[in-house]
């Protein structure tokens, strides 16, 4: 075996011979012992090898492992995940009928929607606060009420090309717009700016 430290370990021609003859049939740890290697060398030599684990081997491990880990759980007093399961998942299930109101104190409750004011006062502040500068909206939340004829001089920029966000100041002429020097007029005394690009 060639080991040196900025290279992989190559195996020599006998443990290669040894690898073909016994790799399928013998777990990776007992095969790293064996050959003085790491797990994973094991694991990437094989696959540069083509070497797979035989299937009647690999399930004879499974149900190793499964038998043995039927033995533990008995020792241990049966499957305590199950049975910790069926107690608390009764307790908290969704029961007909009750709200999240009646689950909680009458504290506990008013608290909970004080939360979520607040939440929602600090994001309504936040999309404002982005709507100002000019930037993209994070949410839909409609955050600058605009008057009904803004909305529809909006849609209607839309139609004739223009690329406009929702809620927004800025209206982009691309090639396909087709120009509307009255409706460009309107805009501006409303307060939208016009980009070419």
Not at 83 to 103: M, P, S, V
Not at 178 to 185: K, P, T
């Amino acid at each position: 075996m060639e080991r040196n430290k900025y290279s992989k370990i190559i195996l020599s021609e006998a443990e290669q011979q040894w690898m073909r003859n016994n790799f399928c049939k013998t777990k990776n740890a007992e095969v790293a012992e064996h050959l003085g290697i790491s797990h994973r060398t094991v694991v990437r030599i094989a696959r540069d090898m083509g070497l797979v684990k035989h299937p009647d081997f690999t399930k004879a491990m499974q149900r190793n492992a499964s038998e043995h880990a039927a033995k533990r759980n008995k020792a241990n007093g049966g499957n305590v995940g199950t049975k910790n399961l069926l107690i608390y998942g009764k307790a908290y299930r969704f029961k007909k009928g009750e709200r999240q109101k009646d689950k909680m104190s009458a504290e506990a409750f008013d608290a909970m929607h004080r939360r979520i004011g607040e939440q929602r006062k600090n994001t309504i502040k936040a999309e404002k606060r982005r709507v100002l500068f000019g930037l993209e909206q994070k949410t839909k939340l409609r955050v600058v009420q605009a008057p009904k004829e803004k909305i529809c001089l909006r849609n209607g920029l839309r139609k004739k090309g223009y690329e406009i966000a929702r809620a927004s100041n800025e209206a982009f002429i691309t090639a396909a717009t087709h120009r509307s020097e009255v409706m460009e007029r309107r805009a501006i005394s409303m307060g939208i700016s016009f980009t070419s690009i």
